[in-house]
C-alpha cells in the first residue's frame, strides 16, 4: 500500500503556472509507475499524465506541451509542471497509484482571472 499526499494546488490566472507535489510513503516508490488525473464535479477523472518507473512518459492530448510530469525518487515525489494555465484546467488534480490502486486526496487547482 502507497499512502499518497498532494499539495500545491491554487489559484493562478490563465497563462500562469504551477508545480504540483504528489509525496509518497508506506512503500518502494521507484518501482511504480505513477499517474496524474483530474477531474471537474458531474465529470468523470480524466487522465492527465503518466510516467513510467524508468521515467517514460505520456500526456493527455489536451496538456501536451504545457503540462511535465517528473519524479524523484529519493524523495519518493511525484511532480506536474502546469505551465500555460487554461480555465479548462481547472479541476481537482490527484495522483494515482496504478499498481496498488492507491489514490491521494487531491489538490484543487483553479485557472481564473
Known amino acids: 500500500q502507497v499512502q499518497l499526499v498532494e499539495s500545491g494546488g491554487g489559484l493562478v490566472q490563465p497563462g500562469g503556472s504551477l508545480r504540483l507535489s504528489c509525496t509518497a510513503s508506506?512503500?518502494?516508490?521507484?518501482?511504480?509507475?505513477m499517474t496524474w488525473y483530474r477531474q471537474v464535479p458531474g465529470k468523470q477523472r480524466e487522465l492527465v499524465a503518466h510516467?513510467?518507473?524508468?521515467?517514460?512518459?505520456n500526456y493527455a492530448n489536451s496538456v501536451k506541451g504545457r503540462f511535465t510530469v517528473s519524479r524523484d525518487n529519493a524523495k519518493k515525489t511525484l511532480y506536474l509542471q502546469m505551465n500555460s494555465l487554461k480555465p479548462e484546467d481547472t479541476a481537482v488534480y490527484y495522483c494515482y497509484s496504478p499498481q496498488t490502486l492507491d489514490w491521494g486526496r487531491g489538490t484543487q487547482v483553479t485557472v481564473s482571472s
Open positions: 510516467i513510467s518507473s524508468g521515467g517514460s512518459t
Open positions: 508506506g512503500s518502494i516508490f521507484s518501482i511504480y509507475p
